[in-house]
């Protein structure tokens, strides 16, 4: 397979055309008639994502940052337009491929007015999407970073709920803050390194001292923070996701939460090894990470509409993310990316089943419903295998994400994880009531006895997912393998921070000798 | 070609950009005394004003193009610095009067008279960048207002425009006063007008004290009421308000520009000296001006008004270029006043569009579900918004980098803080309007037209190209600007030491 790829210069365009491609779909959605936008929207992201996986075969996982390519950008700051892929990119980049054709496939019914801008917009979102998750150069990363707030502003300002204006506000001047604040800490770090370039390894080689990394470490934690959302600054969450249109939910669960969590391992562990490993910061993130879990949990059980829940499981699973990232361990690392990765899949198809709940009964309310599983056995089924993978039972993604987290996480803070495990009882707790008034009391209102099942698209959007999410349950090992390296590689520049200063290796693209790891399965 | 001024012609050659200005200038005021009364001959006179502009802006590229001078301390300065202001003030009057072209015939305005004060007011701005002396700095500057004062009150039919027009007159004469008064003070110190003589005479540290402090802080004063920064800014909402709304864009852009160039030039040159006696204050007013400029910006309820705030705040983020006081500071301000005059000009002229439509209208309802109503004009404007927020892929992210660099290498870190967290309050207007253009929904009106003119679109296009270039490829544009910064502060030979 491999050597098909690079039989047609695979390697060298991949990346280019999945942050371009995009654009180009979107150029083409804009110039052609108002009917067939969705249709061409959706080959086009379609084609991307079967040219993305590709990278499956083609990536080596051992190696470092694969695909490498830079070009000067802006020459008089050193600023560069780079590219580059490691296991951690690779899964963020394939998820975000895979979840956009969905979303749009999924946007067919629900979107009918201005769908030239639309699905222009989606692809706009996808390329600034796929651009943070391939930047290997601040200055890009950072315009990649915020150009996605601009199309999921106007996707939920215009196609949104009744709220939609406000959700769209809070939900831009939010990240916004903290991206901005992050602005400044990269030019510091930028006038501290002295190399005059923006280029990923000239920050890794910068010498800050340790109330400096914690100052910047602030600023970074902050910005994606807030993206992730981190508690207390998830309030802007439930609010976009409430008045996102489905497929706008859809791609803000499933990808641009992951933005944050990314930054976290991608950005945050490398550049501040002391910062990150101070009694102090770990702590409180421990704590927030926690807290958000249980918080998030709580607040859930207790919604009335059924989206503002699925909302609101989404902050308590990213608190899983903070916790597996900020235990510094091999398992915590790993298991904090499958469970964006699980998360992305599981919430994202629980937001389009919710959508199509709201096609057929323009109601999200949990009390509205009753007796579902009856009159749409497959919409029943798809439904309980996605909400037994949002809560983590063992066969399903969610499981294997959270587990690693947590036992990741019990290494080396022991109380924190145990905390946190009640996490996911409290998740049956919330989830399974969902669904036992959802689908299974009493078919009491007349309108559900109508209630349609599953079309054959509705099918075919559904089918991948819970594959999905069945595949990584079962099988997680060839994910891990991917992403175990470059796991390794972050916790070796954590770890080597720990000996000292003098011994920072600049150089997190050089793998160390005997450090490949034991896949956890 | 070598300046060296051995003949008198050479003067001419220097300042070619600005004599062929001002003789078209004058060719356009004859013929628009001599044509019709009734506003006719308007959209001609306009063509021609621009075709003065591209004569002007061939001479510029020619002294660009490695006409160099003797020495550095004549009273005219043929640096880029000065050429690379003159290519921005060109095309901000260029700009500003293809908008125009519709406004004045639908006002019956005098086309001569306005064509020929914005070319008149365009060679003051040009003078003001290119003096080395402080009397030249005074002309530039009187020439510039006496032309940009008739301007605001032009539109003598509106109350408004006349209220507009002498309030800006009566505080501008003020600053003129102060200016003036500063100019004399710091003569009186140092014992010269030429920004090089003084910058020798306060490096020596030979000349300090009460008289120079007093005269640059009403140096200080003048400059700031010419950018409207807080507090000396009051005037700036009911003028812009007020004014005909190509000429708002004319002042809230290249009348800014031409203000900021020679507050650059005096304070980092010239007054470089006593950095240490001046930079603080002007701390204090930078950040008042991007703090009052953006939080009175939340709450307008026109968007002239707001924008006319938003400028005020814009020049609370080029002082702090000013505070910097560096080379990337310098270069960075140059470049956030090409792509500020850009991004500003092209606001307006869509104000100037929905006015144009809905009857002198500037209140944000005006704007409801403009944007679909008018997809090409509600896109370039929310391009121009973004860029006025400062976000990525538009030019004006870029320069806020270019100014944050500057501010960074300079070690101002709370006033880089305090730039991106009033960046960030800003953001809140200028998303409104764009809430509003896109997702309100509008009463049904019939009166629809489109008379948004071609050459509009034209302008709309340049911009958002321009845009577009600086927020993505701002390479060429960077360079540019750091080479026109190359050796500005650098004290002619023999006079003094060097940055």
């Known amino acids: ?521 | 070609m070598l300046l060296d001024y051995t003949s008198g012609f050479h003067y001419v050659l220097a300042l070619l950009p600005e004599v062929v200005l001002s003789a078209w200038g004058m060719v356009i005021l004859v013929l628009g005394v001599s044509g019709k009364r009734d506003g006719a001959p308007g959209q001609e006179l306009g063509w021609l004003a621009l075709v003065g502009i591209a004569a002007a802006a061939i001479a510029n590229g020619w002294l660009y193009s490695g006409v160099t001078e003797e020495g550095a301390a004549a009273m005219i300065a043929v640096d880029k610095f000065r050429l690379f202001a003159n290519w921005i003030f060109l095309l901000g009057a260029a700009f500003c009067i293809v908008i125009s072209l519709a406004y004045v015939a639908r006002q019956k305005l005098q086309a001569g008279e306005y064509y020929a004060l914005m070319l008149f007011a365009t060679v003051g701005m040009m003078f003001m960048a290119s003096a080395r002396d402080l009397m030249i700095i005074f002309l530039g500057l009187e020439l510039m207002s006496i032309g940009v004062y008739a301007l605001a009150g032009f539109n003598r039919r509106d109350r408004r425009s006349a209220e507009a027009g002498l309030k800006y007159f009566l505080l501008g004469a003020f600053a003129s006063g102060f200016l003036l008064f500063g100019i004399a003070l710091v003569y009186g110190a140092t014992g010269s007008t030429n920004i090089h003589s003084i910058a020798v005479a306060v490096q020596d540290g030979a000349v300090a004290g009460r008289l120079l402090v007093s005269g640059v802080a009403l140096l200080a004063v003048g400059f700031a009421f010419k950018v409207s920064a807080v507090p000396f800014h009051m005037w700036t909402p009911d003028v812009y308000e007020g004014a005909p709304a190509p000429v708002t864009a004319f002042m809230a852009a290249s009348v800014k520009a031409a203000a900021f160039v020679a507050f650059l030039r005096v304070f980092l040159v010239g007054l470089d000296g006593v950095y240490d006696q001046w930079w603080g204050v002007l701390w204090w007013i930078a950040t008042a001006t991007m703090v009052v400029g953006n939080v009175v910006a939340l709450v307008q309820s026109s968007v002239k008004r707001m924008l006319a705030y938003s400028s005020v705040a814009h020049g609370g983020y080029l002082l702090v270029a000013l505070v910097a006081a560096n080379d990337a500071a310098a270069a960075g301000l140059l470049f956030y006043l090409l792509v500020y005059t850009v991004m500003n000009i092209g606001a307006f002229a869509i104000v100037v569009a929905v006015g144009n439509q809905s009857e002198g209208g500037s209140r944000i309802e005006d704007y409801r579900d403009f944007g679909w109503r008018k997809p090409v004009l509600g896109v370039f404007m929310t391009l121009f918004l973004l860029s006025l927020a400062g976000f990525p892929g538009t030019g004006g992210f870029m320069a806020k980098v270019f100014l944050l660099q500057g501010a960074m290498e300079a070690r101002l870190w709370r006033l880089s803080v305090i730039l991106v967290v009033t960046t960030v309050i800003s953001y809140w207007y200028y998303l409104r309007v764009a809430w509003f253009m896109w997702m309100k929904k509008a009463p049904e009106r019939k009166d629809e037209q489109n008379i948004t003119p071609f050459a509009t679109h034209v302008v709309l296009f340049a911009a958002a190209g321009l845009i577009l270039l600086t927020g993505i490829f701002p390479g060429a544009a960077l360079e540019l600007a750091l080479e026109a910064v190359e050796g500005l502060r650098y004290v002619a030979a023999g006079m003094g030491t060097g940055p």
């Not at chain 1, 397979?1 to 280019?16: Q, R």
């Not at chain 1, 989206?307 to 993310?321: D, E, I, P, Q």
């Open chain 1, 1 to 521: 397979m491999t050597d098909l790829l690079n039989s047609f210069g695979y390697e060298a365009w991949i990346l280019h055309a999945l942050v371009w491609g995009p654009v180009a779909g979107m150029l083409h959605v804009l110039a052609a008639p108002k009917d067939r936008a969705k249709h061409i929207a959706f080959r086009w992201s379609a084609v991307l994502f079967v040219v993305s996986l590709g990278l499956w075969w083609a990536f080596d996982p051992s190696g470092g940052f694969a695909f490498r390519s830079s070009v000067p950008w802006i020459r008089s700051w050193g600023a560069e337009y780079a590219l580059g892929l490691d296991g951690i990119s690779l899964f963020m980049v394939l998820l975000t491929t895979f979840m956009t054709p969905i979303a749009i496939l999924g946007s067919f019914k629900y979107v009918q007015s201005r769908r030239r801008a639309f699905y222009a917009l989606m692809l706009l979102l996808e390329t600034g999407v796929v651009g943070v998750f391939l930047s290997m150069d601040l200055l890009l990363f950072y315009v990649f970073f915020e150009l996605t707030l601009v199309p999921m502003y106007f996707i939920v300002g215009i196609w949104g709920g009744t709220r939609r204006i406000y959700a769209a506000v809070k939900f831009f001047i939010y990240t916004a803050v903290g991206s901005l604040l992050m602005l400044v800490a990269i030019l510091y770090i930028y006038f501290s390194s002295g190399a005059d370039s923006f280029a990923y390894d000239a920050f890794l080689a910068a010498d800050l001292t340790l109330t400096e990394q914690l100052w910047l470490f602030a600023a970074f934690a902050l910005a994606f923070g807030i993206k992730v959302p981190v508690f207390p600054f998830h309030t802007w969450l439930p609010d976009a996701h409430v008045e996102a249109p489905t497929p706008g939910s859809v791609i803000l669960a499933a990808v641009l939460l992951k933005m944050g969590a990314y930054g976290f391992l991608r950005l945050l562990l490398p550049f501040f090894p002391h910062a990150v490993q101070h009694p102090t910061v770990v702590t409180v993130m421990m704590t927030l990470g926690v807290v958000g879990i249980i918080y998030a949990a709580w607040v859930a059980a207790v919604q009335p509409d059924a989206k503002k829940l699925v909302a609101y499981t989404s902050v308590a699973h990213m608190g899983f993310v903070v916790i597996g990232v900020f235990a510094l361990t091999v398992n915590g690392l790993q298991g904090g990316l499958v469970v964006m990765i699980s998360h992305g899949v599981s919430t994202g198809t629980l937001f389009l089943l919710l959508g199509m709940m709201y096609e057929r009964r323009k109601t999200r309310l949990i009390q509205d419903f009753g007796g579902i599983a009856r009159v749409a056995p497959f919409f029943a089924t798809a439904f309980v295998i996605t909400a037994l993978a949002s809560i983590g039972l063992p066969g399903t993604s969610g499981f294997v994400g959270e587990f690693l987290a947590l036992l990741g996480a019990f290494e080396t803070h022991a109380t924190a994880a145990v905390i946190a495990a009640l996490g996911v009882i409290f998740a049956a707790y919330y989830m399974l009531p969902m669904v036992q008034r959802i689908l299974f009391n009493e078919l009491s209102e007349p309108e559900n006895r109508t209630f349609p099942d599953l079309s054959r698209r509705e099918k075919v959007i559904l089918t991948p997912l819970v594959a999905l999410m069945i595949w990584i349950g079962v099988h997680p090992t060839p994910f891990l393998d991917r992403m175990g390296p470059s796991v390794d590689r972050v916790l070796e520049r954590v770890e080597g921070a720990r000996t000292g200063f003098a011994s920072l290796t600049p150089e997190l693209g050089v793998r160390l000798e005997g450090s490949i790891p034991e896949s956890e399965d």
